[in-house]
């Protein structure tokens, strides 16, 4: 054994509360990378604009993630992957009663 962590146990970790109590998510830090299950509801409100990157997949629902001028539709089993920036800002929506997503990310992002 080489002393890694290979498995991501989302099972062991607790749900945190987010954006004011309308979102949760579970979070797992390992070898610099940030793992984290979102889970939203139609009742979340993103009013800030989003600039981290974000490579995940959507495991359950539906949502929409609104970038400038442009809105993309998710359902489970699309992957997506959003550069860090304001060029690609965002902010997410749910649209269906759960929507759950996997995403990775630098830990200092």
């Known amino acids: 054994m080489c002393g890694l962590d290979y498995r991501v146990a989302f099972a062991e970790a607790a749900w945190e509360s987010a954006l004011e109590g309308t979102a949760r998510l579970k979070r797992v830090v ?3 990378k940030v793992f984290r299950l979102v889970e ?5 409100e993103h009013s800030n604009w989003c600039e981290t990157g974000h490579l995940g997949f959507i495991v359950e629902g539906e949502m929409e993630i609104e970038f400038d001028g442009e809105t993309i539709r998710l359902s489970a089993g699309d992957a997506l992957n959003i550069p860090p920036g304001v060029a690609d800002r965002h902010r997410p929506r749910a649209l269906t009663d759960r929507t759950l997503m996997f995403l990775i990310e630098d830990e200092d992002a």
């Not at 939203?40 to 979340?44: D, G, M, N, R």
């Open 30 to 32: 390992l070898g610099g």
């Open 40 to 44: 939203l509801t139609p009742a979340t």
